[in-house]
Nanobody, 122 residues
């Protein structure tokens, strides 16, 4: 079992930045690929990005490409999502998730955090 807890969400003005954190426990953190997803009210869950177990490889979906950066610190069992140049359309609940396979599909992630709300206002 892996337990994931997101933090760092909140309210921010358009153009601002936030850094989300996801703390993991329960298993060897470095053995998991970690992903970030988001879901806005009335919208389907979107793939934000992923990072390999070692942190050497990252992949980003369209929503935050060029603005968001994923990193991880395996010594701290933590993965981060740095979000810059935030837009109102970025408003959503952001989730971190863990998978044992390389994937951009939410269905392949078996462990999920409870999510943290990000609200971007103009």
């Amino acid at each position: 079992q892996v337990q994931l807890v997101e933090s760092g969400g909140g309210w921010v003005q358009a153009g601002g930045s936030l850094r989300l954190s996801c703390a993991a426990s329960g298993r060897t953190f470095s053995s998991y690929r970690m992903g970030w997803f988001r879901q806005a009210s009335g919208k389907e869950r979107e793939f934000v990005g992923r990072i390999s177990g070692s942190g050497a490889t990252t992949t980003y979906g369209d929503p935050g490409k060029g603005r968001f950066t994923i990193s991880r610190d395996n010594a701290k069992n933590t993965v981060y999502l740095q979000m810059n140049s935030l837009k109102a359309e970025d408003t959503a609940v952001y989730y971190c998730a863990a998978a044992t396979r390389v994937s951009m599909r939410a269905a392949d992630y078996v462990y999920w955090g409870q999510g943290t709300q990000v609200t971007v206002s103009s």
